[in-house]
Structure formats: structure tokens, C-alpha cells
T-cell receptor
Framework: DAMVIQNPRYQVTQFGKPVTLSCSQT?????MYWYQQKSSQAPKLLFH???????NEADTPDNFQSRRPNTSFCFLDIRSPGLGDAAMYLC?????????????FGPGTRLTVT | DAKTTQPNSMESNEEEPVHLPCNHSTISGTDYIHWYRQLPSQGPEYVIH???SNVNNRMASLAIAEDRKSSTLILHRATLRDAAVYYC????????????FGKGTLLTVNP
């Protein structure tokens, strides 16, 4: 089945130690998004790629970076994780050509910062 | 993005219909109404969307008020698997494909 895959599902990192979260898709969608979801809160968009074009949300901290080496893969890099960065990180994709702009989400990676 | 207002929580009984309301009094003419749901420990999943007319799909129905200032997501027969947070989101259809999630409604389904 075509899908959005996130690895790992659970990630533990130390305060200040860089960490990379991965997302891959078999849907061949143009757009890939990264969201942060803290406990009992709604998902919050960090940034997205439209093909190779990177679009950062205005309030996304500089500590968060992203890479999209090809259509299928997208990475979220947290350069120096703080305790406040512990959250679920969700990857999503969208088929812009369909114009319904449905987003397809992966299962998320739960990040713990110790 | 225009704002939506949803009840924090609702309860339903299994096999009964559920009507989840959403107010969006500041909706503009190009705003689409999207509904997503998030089951426990999973990513959100698309449910349905509409612009002006009522919409049906295999998961749910979307009833949109004539003035578009409110809408209702209808689950025709709730199951335990429908217990989730339901998000009502307005998306600017002009050129914006991003979604801004609000707080949503936590739906509890009783057996």
C-alpha cells in the first residue's frame, strides 16, 4: 500500500545532541510537511517543501532544519534539542495536482529529550 | 487563516449517529472546510471536505449551513474505532494548501 513512513517511531536524544528524524513516502506527492505536536495540543506546522522549494513558518525556531534530497524522502534535523522540543513529530504529504489538498500523515516519531 | 470553534469534547453511544459541530463565522468565500481526525497514538487522517454543498463519503457526511458560518460532521453510526480528536479546519482555496489545526473535539464512544 502507498503510504507515509516515519522512522524511528520513538527516538530518545540527549539535551543538546543533534538528532535527525526521517520520513519517506511512496505516494509521489509534490508537497511534504513537518508538524510538531506537543502533548494534548494540536499539530503545528513547522515547514514544508513544495517539490524542492523550502517554505519555513515564521515562528519555527532556527534550531529546526529540514532536507529533501528527492521526492520520496524528507528529514527533520534538530540541531540542539532542548527539553521543550520533546514532542510527536508528524510528516505529511499532499498531491497538489489533485487540488483537494488532502494531507496524508505518517504515524509520527515521538521524541524524548533527556 | 480564519478561525474555527468546536466543543472541547463530546460523547456518543456505539451505533448511534454523531453530529460534531463547527462554527466558522469569519469564513471567506474561498475557504474550504476540511475535517480531519486523529486516533490515539496515530497521525491525523483526512475525513472529508467541502466548499458550499453538503458532501458524503464512505466515512462521514458534511452538512454546511447556507450562510457557511457553521458546519456539522455527521458520523452515521459511531463505532468504538471512531473515538478520536476531530479537527475542523478552514483552508484558503485561493492559493493556500496549508492547514492550521485548532484544538478539535475529543469524541468518546461508549459501548
Amino acid at each position: 500500500d502507498a503510504m507515509v513512513i516515519q522512522n524511528p517511531r520513538y527516538q530518545v536524544t540527549q539535551f543538546g545532541k543533534p538528532v535527525t528524524l526521517s520520513c519517506s513516502q511512496t505516494l509521489n506527492h509534490n508537497v511534504m510537511y513537518w508538524y510538531q505536536q506537543k502533548s494534548s495540543q494540536a499539530p503545528k506546522l513547522l515547514f514544508h517543501y513544495y517539490d524542492k522549494d523550502f517554505n519555513n513558518e515564521a515562528d519555527t525556531p532556527d534550531n529546526f532544519q529540514s532536507r529533501r534530497p528527492n521526492t520520496s524522502f524528507c528529514f527533520l534535523d534538530i540541531r540542539s534539542p532542548g527539553l521543550g522540543d520533546a514532542a510527536m513529530y508528524l510528516c505529511a504529504t499532499s498531491p497538489i495536482f489533485r487540488r483537494t489538498y488532502e494531507q496524508y500523515f505518517g504515524p509520527g516519531t515521538r521524541l524524548t529529550v533527556t | 487563516d480564519a478561525k474555527t470553534t468546536q466543543p472541547n469534547s463530546m460523547e456518543s453511544n456505539e451505533e448511534e449517529p454523531v453530529h460534531l459541530p463547527c462554527n466558522h463565522s469569519t469564513i471567506s468565500g474561498t475557504d474550504y472546510i476540511h475535517w480531519y481526525r486523529q486516533l490515539p497514538s496515530q497521525g491525523p487522517e483526512y475525513v472529508i471536505h467541502g466548499l458550499t454543498s453538503n458532501v458524503n463519503n464512505r466515512m462521514a457526511s458534511l452538512a454546511i449551513a447556507e450562510d457557511r458560518k457553521s458546519s456539522t460532521l455527521i458520523l452515521h453510526r459511531a463505532t468504538l474505532r471512531d473515538a478520536a480528536v476531530y479537527y475542523c479546519i478552514l483552508r484558503d482555496g485561493g492559493s493556500n494548501y496549508k492547514l492550521t489545526f485548532g484544538k478539535g473535539t475529543l469524541l468518546t464512544v461508549n459501548p
